[in-house]
């Protein structure tokens, strides 16, 4: 089993739906979880983190969590087609302090 | 602009080359970081350093070695390229104050190994 899992897609919706990306992770004592942007060719970008059970919402960016299930997820409100790129989740392993990665999503917002 | 600067930005690599990725930040973070990105495989760790002077391995380790030269600095070397690891190299540092434990990535290095 992978330490962090999301479905790689292509996840396809229609501009100013709600896109939601889901994340499911292995380690308990994990703690901090990342939301990372990357558009084709570029370094990722952290959109969201988020360390504590419940909702985070930043602009019209929202991350949740659910420990007991161990799982991620990112809602984007109002999807524009500029937020078409891969969502990476990532996961802080138990203490070391080491950043893993899921494979990504494929988010495509059409027109 | 502060932030992580990898150098190069693209090469290319004959197997059984031998060649060292740079990478510098001017954050005054402790923790420093190498990843590969391949398709359909997100990013995987390569080594870290948790603070200068210490380096360990990650999940992909074989066939590289690094050197945390000093705070600032950590640099990955392929001592016998293979096209395996033709890749995007990301270096990325780490800060862990207050509210922040996310991760300030480089630009990447492009490799490709013939």
């Known amino acids: 089993q992978k330490e962090v899992e999301q479905n790689s897609g292509p996840l396809s919706v229609p501009e100013g739906a709600i896109a939601s990306l889901n994340c499911t992770y292995s380690?308990?004592?994990?703690?901090?979880f990342f939301w990372y942007r990357q558009y084709s060719g570029k370094s990722p970008e952290l959109i969201m983190s988020?360390?504590?059970?419940g909702d985070k919402e930043d602009g019209r960016f929202t991350a949740q969590l659910n420990k007991a299930s161990q799982y991620v997820s990112l809602l984007i409100r109002d999807s524009q087609p500029s937020d078409s790129a891969t969502y990476l989740c990532?996961?802080?392993?138990?203490?070391?302090?080491?950043?893993?990665f899921g494979q990504g999503t494929t988010l495509q917002v059409k027109p | 602009n502060a932030g992580v600067t990898q150098t190069p930005k693209f090469q290319v690599l004959k197997t059984g080359q031998s060649m060292t990725l740079q990478c510098a930040q001017d954050?005054?973070?402790?923790?420093m970081y190498w990843y590969r990105q391949d398709p359909g495989m997100g990013l995987r760790l390569i080594y870290y350093?948790?603070?200068?002077?210490?380096?360990d391995k990650g999940e992909v380790p074989n066939g590289y070695n690094v050197s945390r030269l000093n705070k600032r600095e950590f640099s990955l070397r392929l001592e016998s390229a293979a096209p395996s690891q033709t890749s995007v190299y990301f270096c990325?540092?780490?800060?862990?104050?207050?509210?922040?434990?996310?991760?300030?990535f480089g630009s990447g290095t492009r490799l490709t190994v013939v």
């Open positions: 954050m005054n973070h402790n923790s």
């Open positions: 350093s948790a603070s200068e002077g210490t380096t």
């Open positions: 988020i360390y504590s059970n």
């Open positions: 990532a996961v802080i392993a138990g203490n070391t302090g080491k950043l893993i």
């Open positions: 990325a540092s780490r800060d862990k104050g207050q509210g922040n434990y996310g991760y300030t």
């Open positions: 380690d308990r004592v994990s703690q901090s």
